[in-house]
């Protein structure tokens, strides 16, 4: 079973920055994700990478703010979130799977961590 560990959440201001770290628990190398899932509404992707970090993957809403790296040395993956805005609010999770098909889809991930809020205040 791979354990997956989010930090890097907190309050910020429009406009402001953060970056979140994701860290699991084996070296095994995974196609790695975030999802994020605001209040009343569904779990949503927002970025994507490759077990190699060679390919990625953004949501349309966060192309060009958000970019998503591994550091596999230290089994971890980040996402560094710039201009964030009130509507970026909500729960993020890292998520972990074999294969790159389907990687917007929250089902066909096998591991999740327990999530970190981002709030972000206008």
């Known amino acids: 079973q791979v354990q997956l560990g989010e930090s890097g959440g907190g309050l910020v201001q429009a406009g402001d920055s953060l970056r979140l770290s994701c860290t699991r628990s084996?070296?095994?190398?995974?196609?790695m994700a975030w999802f994020r899932q605001a209040p009343g509404k569904e779990r949503e992707f927002v970025a994507a990478?490759?077990?190699?970090?060679?390919?990625?993957y953004y949501a349309v809403p966060v192309k060009g703010r958000f970019t998503i790296s591994l550091d596999n040395a230290n089994n971890t993956t980040f996402l560094q979130m710039n201009s964030l805005t009130p509507e970026d609010t909500a729960v993020y999770y890292c998520?972990?799977?074999?294969?790159?098909?389907?990687?917007?889809?929250?089902?066909?991930?096998?591991?999740w961590g327990q999530g970190t809020q981002v709030t972000v205040s206008p």
């Open positions: 998520a972990a799977r074999g294969g790159w098909t389907d990687i917007v889809s929250p089902e066909t991930y096998d591991f």
């Open positions: 084996t070296r095994t190398l995974y196609t």
């Open positions: 990478v490759n077990w190699s970090g060679g390919m990625t």
